[in-house]
Structure formats: C-alpha cells, structure tokens
C-alpha cells in the first residue's frame, strides 16, 4: 500500500504524455520543424553520424519512443540491405502517422510495434543498437528504460540517446528560456490548438537530469564508455554508451 501513491503519479505522468502525442500526432513533424527552425535534422542526422550502421552485413537496430518514425528512416537509409529497424512507441497515433509515412519504402525492414520502454516486449539480447531521440524525459522511470535497454542489446552493442538538455553558453540560455516560455507554447496553440501540451514538453526538459547525472545513471545501467555530447550550445545533447 506503501507504494499506492508512487503508481498513482507514474500513471498519470504517462497519461498525461500519452494525451499530448495523441492530439499532437497528425502534426507533429510540421511542429518539429516549426519549434526547433529545422534544427532537429540536423541533431538527428548527428546522432546517425555517431551510430554509423554498416553497410554491408545484418544489423538490428531498435529505436524506441520512435514515433513517426524519424529517426529509424534514417538508419535505414544510412545503414545497407541487411539493416532492419524496429520502431516501438507507446502511442499507436504516432505509430500509425509512422506507418503511412513508411508505406512502400522500407519493405520488410521496418516494423512497428506498441510497447512500453519500461518493459520492452521484446527478447534479450536481440538489437545491435537502441537509439531514443527525444523520448527519455517522457519516461517515468528512466532507470527502468535504461535496464531494459541493456537487457535487449546483443553483447557489444550500443546506446545512444538524443534528448534535450541544458544551454550552458551565456546570452543563448536567457534567449532560449524566454523562446522555450513564451514562443513555444504560442507555436502549440496556433498550429495544434493545444498551448498545455507544449507547456508540459518545456517543464519536461527543464527537470531531465543534468549531462552529468543522466551520464551516471547510463553507467549505474551497466553500460561502459559512457559519453556525453552537447550539441547547439548544450540545447540538446547525444549520450553514448556500450554494452560489454
Ligand atoms: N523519436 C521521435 C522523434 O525524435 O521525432 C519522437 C519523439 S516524441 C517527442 C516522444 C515519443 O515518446 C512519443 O511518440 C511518445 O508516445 C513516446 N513515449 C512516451 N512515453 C513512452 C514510453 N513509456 N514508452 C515508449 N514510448 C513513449
């Protein structure tokens, strides 16, 4: 009974997430585009530099709270023939706008499954690579998502999440807090109609743990060579890390 409370808040922390990208899921790519000015393409394509699926043998890769399926149409198209990319989301509005984007391009090489990062209905020891882009801070219980990360990579295979993070450059941390508080939610109101959802994102990036901390929490996961990459003046960052 203890522990009635802490289910009550997880529960509805994921409710709440889960409502915002049901209302936002038709337009979530334009308001990608419109909230971060093209930036997130660049981010993503970053995160596809560091992972660098091969080209020429099989290589499984899981991108999970993969949503319209960004970032795992990208790893196909850098990685070769043999890649195959699984895209899990919680929310199956997002998962279908991702499965009309993919329609007739990808073939047998991507598939679409509805599941938790929390506890991945997947086997162990099955993915060459996870990737979570902008996903992490949506979870409740991050340690969890990172176990279970660890849980579905093979041996020697990779972590890799992209996640917004703290600006640490002078001037460009007061010019993005008042963009984060005052344009972002205005950007949600007049493109989604839903000013709340985008307020309850910008809260969300302002309680992830800092670089550091996440950094601590990936190694207490089990993970080694763990790294840390701001990127834009710290606005987002790429953690690496690999499973011995
Ligand atoms: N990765 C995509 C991208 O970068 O464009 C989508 C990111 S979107 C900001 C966050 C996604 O996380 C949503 O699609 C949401 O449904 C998903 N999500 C939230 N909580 C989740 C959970 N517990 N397990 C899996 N996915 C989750």
Same mark, same amino acid.
Request: hydrophobic residues 45%; glycine residues 6%; negative net charge.
């Given at each position: 009974a203890d522990f009635g409370f802490e289910t009550v808040a997880l529960n509805e922390k994921q409710g709440r997430v889960d409502g915002v990208f049901h209302s936002v899921a038709r337009r979530y790519d334009l308001m990608n585009d419109l909230m971060s000015g093209g930036l997130h393409r660049a981010w993503k394509a970053q995160l596809i530099a560091m992972l660098r699926p091969p080209k020429g043998r099989p290589f499984a890769h899981l991108d999970v709270a993969g949503g319209t399926g *960004? %970032?795992?149409?990208? %790893? @196909?198209?850098?990685?070769?023939? #043999?890649?195959?990319?699984? $895209? @899990? &989301?919680?929310?199956?509005s997002m998962l279908r706008v991702g499965a009309e984007r993919a329609a007739g391009r990808y073939g047998e090489r991507i598939a679409f499954v509805t599941g938790n990062a929390e506890t991945l209905p997947l086997p162990d020891a099955s993915f060459d690579a996870y990737t979570i882009a902008f996903g992490i801070r949506n979870v409740p219980r991050i340690e969890v998502a990172l176990a279970e990360a660890k849980r579905v990579l093979k041996p020697g295979g990779r972590f890799l999440c992209l996640e917004f993070? #703290? %600006? *640490? %450059?002078?001037? @460009? &941390?007061?010019?993005?807090? #008042?963009?984060?508080?005052? $344009?972002?939610?205005?950007?949600?109101?007049? $493109? #989604?109609? &839903?000013? *709340?959802?985008?307020?309850?994102? $910008?809260?969300s990036i302002r309680k992830f743990p800092t670089r550091g901390a996440f950094a601590g929490m990936i190694e207490r996961a089990g993970f080694r060579h763990v790294t840390e990459r701001p990127l834009s003046g710290g606005i987002v960052a790429i953690h690496s890390g690999w499973k011995v």
């Open positions: *960004d %970032v795992a149409f990208r %790893v @196909l198209e850098a990685g070769g023939p #043999a890649t195959q990319v699984t $895209v @899990l &989301d919680i929310n199956e993070s #703290a %600006v *640490d %450059v002078p001037l @460009l &941390d007061k010019i993005y807090e #008042a963009y984060s508080f005052h $344009v972002i939610p205005r950007i949600g109101e007049r $493109v #989604a109609g &839903d000013a *709340d959802s985008y307020r309850y994102l $910008v809260e």
